[in-house]
């Protein structure tokens, strides 16, 4: 068994989002070491042989690949939307599902208008059926709100404008 690009793109994902300092995953003859501040991911397919993957940086957006008899790349996501404001944005953490509400058939965490904390929750982002939520890392108000509900986001994709 090996691991393909987009299953190791989502392991890297996820750990990045958590606080882990070190991840060591061994399964079928497949060995994937993560670590926390160096520059790649190493991973062992069998004993004898190995491939680097580079961890993706916080400058690059990483894209969903599909399995095509090509084998090129397909995005499967929608560009970020350019929004003119003067105020700061929330960015997305991770790739992931963005969701507004804690629940479906609840009220969503914030409106536009809404007035935000430094650390109120403000969204959820699921991946592999993980739910991270997501804080307000700047006080003030909603100015807009820059994804829709339900749909895939992109790392660092603008999710909220803050007044």
Do not use: H, W
Request: negative net charge; aromatic residues 4%; glycine residues 6%.
């Amino acid at each position: 068994m090996s691991l393909s690009y987009q299953e190791v793109a989502e392991i890297l994902k996820i750990i990045d989002a958590s606080n882990m300092e070190e991840v060591i995953l061994e399964t079928d003859g497949v060995k994937l070491i993560v670590r926390r501040g160096t520059e790649t991911t190493r991973v062992d397919n069998a004993p004898t042989s190995s491939a680097s993957v580079t961890e993706p940086t916080p400058a690059r957006k990483p894209t969903s690949i599909d399995d095509t008899s090509s084998g090129a790349p397909v995005s499967r996501s929608t560009p970020t939307p350019e929004v003119e404001s003067t105020g700061k944005q929330i960015v997305s953490p991770m790739v992931g599902t963005f969701y507004r509400c804690p629940s479906p058939g609840e009220a969503p965490f914030v409106e536009v208008g809404s007035e935000v904390k430094v650390g109120d929750p403000v969204c959820m982002i699921e991946v592999m059926k993980l739910y991270t939520t997501i804080e307000a890392t700047i006080a003030g108000v909603i100015g807009a709100i820059l994804a829709e509900d339900a749909t895939l986001v992109e790392f660092n994709q603008p999710l909220f404008t803050i007044e």
